[in-house]
């Protein structure tokens, strides 16, 4: 056996650089070679940033892991998102405080723990967002402290204190001068206000995961659907794929939007779709801080790209774009900052988000022996991945879990199908 695992590995190391379809068959073969004499500690299904920031905690913890991708890791949701770190209680589930504050104060460790094993800059940025209200959601008392006047958010996001040529024309009609049209720009967002938060570049951070994950020996199966979660004797056992079978004694579901799909428990997680835009931003520092506002939001990254974003639809399982949609939200977007008027979009794309009927993720232990659910994180897996690997880490290895994590149990939605 011995042998021919070693025969693998120098067929690895033999292929001709650049031969990467080679590499991936082989590399595929040698997985499928260690399923018949490998049996892993976890095996985890799906390779979103839920699955591969679960399986780098799991092997820090000394478990043996295996992720199993249907697809290429992180391509799906953890791809698609924005990126915001969002904990302000407004915004927030009150179920899903407490875990998302913890998740937001992690995340600078997180981050930068990713960065120093994978050697990929994740762009974790901490100036802040610049909130503009609809009036109706003015008069929560969380919010006097982080009022901003019109001529503080002029000052610290100067883009935004311009106007467009529409509006400077209307102004302009009405005898108004330089000074009142300033004043005038500023009453349209009477309801402003500064949040200390954070936001990071989720299609970065997915990928330093990935690589940190491999790099820590976590094994990746890719291209490789898993159809059921397999139970012998009352307990799991592993998983059937299309390709095979892999065995282990604890399983975690972390399928996204697709988990329901896997039998034997259909959780009842749905597909959420969210369309958003990328633009080229003219000048490089045209916006330092998030902006969002009730119809859209701005988040700049530090390579002068602006990501606009997004709907938010009941369409089923369909990512497809449309044109009318995408120019909805540029043109959201120019009404915020008018030099955004000419930026060209470099790409558009629409991902799903993993939705529950609470709005809450679905974590812990399932009613069958061995079996964990993580996922259902919705709008907020990108600033759940720190707390919802460290949760279920404790949960899966028995290592005692301070947080309270009967809101999100699979046993919540009913005790015959998700538990
Ligand atoms: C437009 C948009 C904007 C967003 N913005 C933000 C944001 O600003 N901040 C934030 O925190 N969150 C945001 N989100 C939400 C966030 O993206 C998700 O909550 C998060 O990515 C979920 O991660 P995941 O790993 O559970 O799911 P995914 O990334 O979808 O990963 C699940 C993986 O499982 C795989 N899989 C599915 N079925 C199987 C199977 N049977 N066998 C094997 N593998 C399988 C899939 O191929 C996929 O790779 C946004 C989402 C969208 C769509």
Redesign the pocket.
């Given at each position: 056996m011995r042998h021919a695992q070693k025969r693998s590995q120098r067929a690895l190391s033999s292929v001709p650089a650049g031969d990467e379809a080679l590499v991936e068959s082989l590399a595929a073969a040698a997985v499928l070679y260690n399923a018949q004499v490998k049996n892993w500690d976890v095996i985890v299904?799906?390779?979103?940033?839920?699955?591969l920031s679960l399986s780098i905690e799991l092997r820090k913890r000394g478990a043996t892991v295996l992720v199993?991708?249907?697809?290429e890791?992180g391509?799906?949701?953890?791809h698609?998102?924005?990126?915001?770190?969002v904990d302000w209680p407004l915004e927030t589930p009150a179920a899903l405080q407490q875990l998302a504050t913890a998740s937001a104060r992690m995340y600078p460790e997180f981050a930068h723990e990713l960065e120093v094993e994978s050697d990929v800059k994740v762009d974790l940025r901490e100036q802040g967002t610049i909130l503009l209200l609809s009036p109706k959601h003015i008069r929560h008392p969380g919010l006097g402290a982080a009022a901003l006047s019109p001529a503080d958010w002029g000052d610290l996001e100067p883009a935004m204190a311009k106007l467009t040529l529409d509006q400077e024309f209307d102004l302009k009609q009405n005898g108004l001068d330089p000074e009142e049209i300033a004043m005038a720009r500023g009453a349209m967002h009477p309801a402003s206000f500064y949040l200390k938060e954070r936001s990071v570049d989720?299609r970065a951070l997915t990928a330093a995961a990935l690589k940190t994950a491999k790099r820590r020996g976590v094994d990746i199966s890719s291209g490789d659907?898993?159809t059921a979660v397999n139970v012998s004797d009352g307990r799991v056992a592993g998983v059937t794929t299309t390709k095979t079978s892999f065995h282990a004694p604890r399983v975690v579901n972390?399928?996204?939007?697709?988990s329901g799909?896997?039998a034997p428990h259909a959780f009842p997680t749905r597909p959420v779709k969210?369309q958003?835009l990328c633009l080229a931003s003219p000048s490089h520092n045209l916006l330092k801080h998030v902006i969002r506002s009730p119809e859209v939001y701005l988040i700049p990254r530090s390579d002068g790209r602006i990501l606009v974003?997004?709907t938010v639809e009941e369409a089923g399982f369909d990512k497809r774009t449309d044109v009318e949609t995408i120019q909805r939200l540029r043109r959201a977007a120019v009404s915020l900052v008018p030099e955004l008027r000419n930026a060209k979009i470099l790409e558009d794309w629409a991902?799903?988000?993993?939705g529950t009927p609470d709005a809450l993720p679905i974590l812990g232990a399932t009613a069958t022996p061995g079996y964990y659910a993580a996922?259902g994180?919705?709008?907020?897996?990108?600033?759940l991945a720190p707390i919802t690997s460290q949760v279920m880490a404790e949960v899966m290895t028995e290592t005692g879990c301070k947080h309270d994590l009967k809101p999100f149990s699979p046993a919540r939605f009913s005790r015959n199908q998700a538990a």
């Amino acid at each position: 056996m011995r042998h021919a695992q070693k025969r693998s590995q120098r067929a690895l190391s033999s292929v001709p650089a650049g031969d990467e379809a080679l590499v991936e068959s082989l590399a595929a073969a040698a997985v499928l070679y260690n399923a018949q004499v490998k049996n892993w500690d976890v095996i985890v299904i799906g390779g979103g940033i839920i699955g591969l920031s679960l399986s780098i905690e799991l092997r820090k913890r000394g478990a043996t892991v295996l992720v199993v991708e249907r697809g290429e890791p992180g391509r799906e949701a953890s791809h698609a998102a924005g990126g915001m770190l969002v904990d302000w209680p407004l915004e927030t589930p009150a179920a899903l405080q407490q875990l998302a504050t913890a998740s937001a104060r992690m995340y600078p460790e997180f981050a930068h723990e990713l960065e120093v094993e994978s050697d990929v800059k994740v762009d974790l940025r901490e100036q802040g967002t610049i909130l503009l209200l609809s009036p109706k959601h003015i008069r929560h008392p969380g919010l006097g402290a982080a009022a901003l006047s019109p001529a503080d958010w002029g000052d610290l996001e100067p883009a935004m204190a311009k106007l467009t040529l529409d509006q400077e024309f209307d102004l302009k009609q009405n005898g108004l001068d330089p000074e009142e049209i300033a004043m005038a720009r500023g009453a349209m967002h009477p309801a402003s206000f500064y949040l200390k938060e954070r936001s990071v570049d989720p299609r970065a951070l997915t990928a330093a995961a990935l690589k940190t994950a491999k790099r820590r020996g976590v094994d990746i199966s890719s291209g490789d659907e898993v159809t059921a979660v397999n139970v012998s004797d009352g307990r799991v056992a592993g998983v059937t794929t299309t390709k095979t079978s892999f065995h282990a004694p604890r399983v975690v579901n972390c399928a996204g939007a697709w988990s329901g799909q896997i039998a034997p428990h259909a959780f009842p997680t749905r597909p959420v779709k969210g369309q958003m835009l990328c633009l080229a931003s003219p000048s490089h520092n045209l916006l330092k801080h998030v902006i969002r506002s009730p119809e859209v939001y701005l988040i700049p990254r530090s390579d002068g790209r602006i990501l606009v974003g997004a709907t938010v639809e009941e369409a089923g399982f369909d990512k497809r774009t449309d044109v009318e949609t995408i120019q909805r939200l540029r043109r959201a977007a120019v009404s915020l900052v008018p030099e955004l008027r000419n930026a060209k979009i470099l790409e558009d794309w629409a991902g799903l988000r993993p939705g529950t009927p609470d709005a809450l993720p679905i974590l812990g232990a399932t009613a069958t022996p061995g079996y964990y659910a993580a996922t259902g994180h919705f709008r907020d897996g990108i600033l759940l991945a720190p707390i919802t690997s460290q949760v279920m880490a404790e949960v899966m290895t028995e290592t005692g879990c301070k947080h309270d994590l009967k809101p999100f149990s699979p046993a919540r939605f009913s005790r015959n199908q998700a538990a």
